[in-house]
């Protein structure tokens, strides 16, 4: 993924084409994805929140250690 990709206003449909299934529940209204694991633990994710429409409305990218 490049550094300054936007999903706003993408549906689930054209995300699951983007990035895939992964673990994900369809009908959620919040998704993640690793988007990389560092050899040390680390990880970083993309968060998106979804609509009453299944469009994205926000995302963020966080770094975190451990479990999801």
């Known amino acids: 993924m490049k550094k300054n990709t936007t999903f706003l206003g993408l549906t689930k449909k054209e995300i699951l084409l983007k990035l895939g299934q992964e673990f994900n529940f369809y009908p959620d209204k919040k998704w993640s994805y690793v988007l990389k694991i560092f050899w040390y633990g680390k990880k970083k ?17 966080e770094s975190k250690y451990g479990k999801i």
């Open 45 to 61: 994710i993309l968060y998106l929140t979804f609509d009453e429409s299944d469009k994205v409305i926000s995302q963020s990218i």
